[in-house]
């Protein structure tokens, strides 16, 4: 017997919220209560990191004019992701892919100054303080998905001019925009899936043994 097995309730809710985590665009106006607010944020530093080396930092925008400022930045870069897109540039114009301005907080998540000191887990891996931002980014989320909270994560932004907007200093890098608050609705699918503009994979696809999965090879789909 697995004594350390949650109940089972526990563990539904466990992946009932990992199910339900939506990457959400549509927000409703009104803040986001400050104690649940500390919670989200617990949770995010809660998560792990190579080396414990915590490489995040949470710059919550508060300043309506700041606000304003990243809105543009993200324009800017949508329009240049349009023309990079070439044939499917009127199709991703017609997403919506942020929502800056009507959103109850906003926070901008960077990976510190001073990283390169930090080779445990980097010196052939030096990636993974930007994997160990996003798991706390993913705590936050899901978190958020359990608070009833709506998080999108937007990357349509020039790091160099947003870490200059902000003044984030040297050696730090914003790598994440989040947008949090209340909506509406959760979308039954992600959002990109439901208009079309990717289909989920299938896990067997993803999944091989031993080797890199080789098509018709018989190395793919392992937990079938």
Same mark, same amino acid.
């Given at each position: 017997?697995? +004594?350390?097995?949650?109940?089972?309730? #526990? @563990?539904?809710a466990i992946y009932r919220v990992? &199910?339900?985590?939506?990457?959400? @665009?549509?927000?409703?106006?009104?803040?986001?209560? $400050?104690?649940?607010?500390?919670?989200? =944020?617990? &949770?995010?530093?809660? %998560?792990?990191?190579?080396?414990?080396?915590?490489?995040?930092?949470?710059?919550?925008? +508060?300043?309506?004019?700041? @606000?304003?400022?990243?809105?543009?930045?993200?324009?800017?870069?949508?329009?240049?992701? &349009?023309? $990079?897109?070439?044939?499917?540039?009127? #199709? !991703?114009?017609?997403?919506?892919?942020? *929502?800056? /301005?009507?959103? *109850?907080? =906003?926070?901008?998540?960077?990976?510190?100054?001073?990283?390169?000191?930090?080779? !445990? *887990?980097? /010196? +052939?891996?030096?990636?993974?303080?930007?994997?160990?931002? &996003?798991? %706390?980014?993913?705590?936050?989320?899901?978190? $958020? /998905?359990? #608070?009833?909270?709506?998080?999108?994560?937007?990357?349509?932004?020039?790091?160099? $001019? =947003?870490?200059?907007?902000?003044?984030?200093?040297? *050696?730090?890098?914003?790598? %994440?925009?989040?947008?949090?608050?209340r909506v509406k609705n959760f979308?039954?699918?992600?959002?990109? #899936?439901a208009a079309g503009w990717e289909? /989920?994979?299938?896990?067997?696809? =993803?999944?091989?043994?031993?080797?890199?999965?080789?098509?018709?090879?018989?190395?793919?789909?392992?937990?079938?």
């Amino acid at each position: 017997m697995n +004594t350390h097995r949650y109940s089972d309730a #526990e @563990r539904d809710a466990i992946y009932r919220v990992i &199910a339900e985590r939506r990457d959400m @665009r549509h927000f409703l106006p009104g803040p986001v209560d $400050a104690e649940v607010l500390r919670r989200l =944020l617990g &949770a995010a530093h809660a %998560a792990p990191s190579v080396g414990f080396m915590q490489p995040w930092r949470f710059i919550r925008v +508060t300043d309506p004019g700041l @606000r304003e400022a990243m809105h543009a930045l993200v324009e800017e870069e949508r329009l240049r992701t &349009a023309e $990079a897109l070439g044939d499917r540039r009127d #199709e !991703f114009l017609r997403l919506k892919v942020e *929502g800056i /301005r009507e959103c *109850g907080e =906003l926070m901008v998540v960077a990976l510190m100054d001073g990283r390169d000191g930090h080779v !445990f *887990g980097r /010196r +052939t891996l030096p990636e993974m303080d930007i994997a160990s931002a &996003a798991c %706390a980014i993913e705590n936050l989320w899901l978190a $958020a /998905r359990a #608070e009833g909270l709506g998080v999108g994560w937007v990357s349509l932004f020039d790091p160099a $001019a =947003l870490a200059q907007l902000l003044h984030i200093p040297p *050696g730090a890098h914003p790598i %994440a925009i989040l947008c949090i608050g209340r909506v509406k609705n959760f979308y039954k699918r992600p959002m990109l #899936e439901a208009a079309g503009w990717e289909d /989920r994979r299938l896990l067997s696809d =993803l999944i091989s043994e031993n080797c890199w999965p080789v098509p018709d090879s018989g190395t793919g789909g392992s937990l079938e």
